[in-house]
């Protein structure tokens, strides 16, 4: 595939190649929607690009793709790819619940690409007719807000019905140029957008490939009859794996996060039943089938052919890979199949996979000097092997000075090579931070070890749930407008990962400063902040802790130390009101 | 299996009461299901599938995508069981 210069191309060889191969929707209770060969879907999306080209829509242009996972989707991301517009997937609306902060994001990532269609559902369509344009300032923390009238927002119903432009022809791309734009959070949780090169892509594609066919085979080809995620499509990994085993023209078998979410059994009927398979999910994904699927459902489910579950785009859990190996080992699943991996968004998706085919690995954390007891350290005591750097790909660990550290010792993750993005759009200086001397700093803590990454932790304060990430600055920003102390309040939120529930992952625990002490008023503020969370985020906090004003430590320049706090939390040193 | 409007809440209660450990008696329209019964938003799908399956509706999509509190299921599944008139 690497003889070809662009995603389009490339497409439509392996569409050739593999005529059979296609792609099946599922809807959220699992039921089989449709199917398309990789031609009719190919042929599709150049037929979205010639109604999208009718619109006004030209190479260069950002348009928005805020959709659930269906055939809509590929038409209209495929179909922006094909036309040389730049697509950008976003989530298409918050799986519970209608939320503000969700939605003046969506809004600040319009105005920061200036966009110029958003393709969504009706609902969101509807979202976002109603919000005021310019959203005043308290409806979000700080992110940018349009100055233009909303562009064109349409549903992929209205673009089927539009007249396809004539003398539409396939953009031709070269490996160098931008295919597509990525989004993952920045440090304030506002996203940034990373470009993708259409030979990034490719290249990552091929090394994920032969990263998860390793060692049994060079590459997927006669090694998987199909594949089976439920991964998102706005996330890299969820992405990344379509596109790689759509260039590699493997059968392709999505269902919406929803439907894995609300009854995880689907994901492992849909892998157990069409032969040699192959799954990615964040590590969260593995913990839920541990957790939701009761050892009566394991009746009769055979996984016996699951050649490879790749796990990355989280902390890989001990306690997660053992329960689920233990559990699933019943149903003929091979430890030696679980198959760690590391990656982000910025190096396309895949930085390195454990291709060595033996069981999953763990050292301990070296001790001594370095970063191990940095705020972001995962409080793990061993942490997973997740393998050498991919194709073509380095690994360096580095000091805070950007020296580079000798083996087994910890320091910040660098990867080079062809799938590190370019930069963030519309943003150098986010770009000259992250990107220096053609090394990529991860923000992610590690070590070496004969050559082999192992993950220990992070250097931002970022929070990863259920493989999304989070800044704390969102939840504190939203504790502290909810409080409504003007912010004279100051909030803290952190991750704690707690020694029973430890295997769950990480735990929000929300620390806030509160200026009165009466149990009542202290007992419904703790409420609306769980309410409050739970509509934006959907997420549930381990803990909500109030304490006297004044009493969260700040630096210098006022930003709370949460590292600091997270250290207190947990030697039990905060003094709490509730 | 519920015919009428109260049995299907009665219904609803009953499996939130299963799911979180917490009595039916403390449910009400008014609870939150993050906020109040600790729901996040995996599993308040998956106790939405078990309200479809046990009472055989359907929910769609955009409904789901607006459900924040119990009196919003409840709502929801009302207009499945519509009282006799």
Known sequence: MSAFPNLPEALAAAARESPASGLTIFDRRGRAVGRRTFAEVLESAKQAAARLAAKGIRSGDRVVVALPTSFDWFDIWLGAIHLGALPVATAPGAVVGASRIQLAKLIGVIAKLDAKLIVSTESLAKKLADEPVSPASSSSPGYPVLDTPLPACMTPSAIADMNPASGFEIARAFPENTAFLQLTSGSTGFPRAVQVTHGGAIHNALALDAGVAAPHARDSSGFIDHWASWVPLHHDMGLISNLTLMLKGVDLHL????????????????????????????????????????????????????????????????????????????????????????????????????????????????????????????????????GGPVLDTRLEITAPDGSALPEGQVGEVRASGPGIFTGYYNDPEATAETLVDGWLRTGDLGFLDSGELYLTGRLKDLLIIRGENLMPHELEWLAESTSGGGGLERAAAFSVTHGTDGARGEQIILVLEVSHKDPAKLEALSRDLRVAVGHEFGLTLADVVLVKRGLLPKTTSGKVQRGVIRDRYLTGDLARLA | MSETPVDSALAVLAILARETGIAASKINETTELVGDLGIDSPWALQVLVEIEDELDIEINDDEVANLHTVGDILKVVATRFPAPS
């Open chain 1, 255 to 386: 269902m919406p996060s929803e439907a894995f979410l609300g009854r995880p059994r689907l994901w492992l009927e849909m892998l157990a039943s069409g032969g040699r398979t192959v799954a990615t999910a964040p590590n969260f994904g593995y913990q839920l089938c541990v957790d939701r699927i009761g050892n009566a459902e394991l009746e009769g489910l055979d996984l016996s052919n699951w050649q490879v579950a790749f796990s990355a785009a989280e902390m890989i859990r001990p306690e997660t890979v053992s329960s689920f190996l233990e559990k699933f080992g019943r149903c003929g699943f091979k430890p030696e199949n679980y198959r760690p991996g590391y990656g982000l968004a910025e190096a396309t998706l895949v930085v390195a996979i454990d291709d060595t085919g033996g069981v999953p690995r763990t050292l301990p954390v070296p001790q001594g000097a370095g970063f191990q007891n940095a705020a972001g350290g995962f409080g793990l005591s061993e942490v997973f092997c997740v």
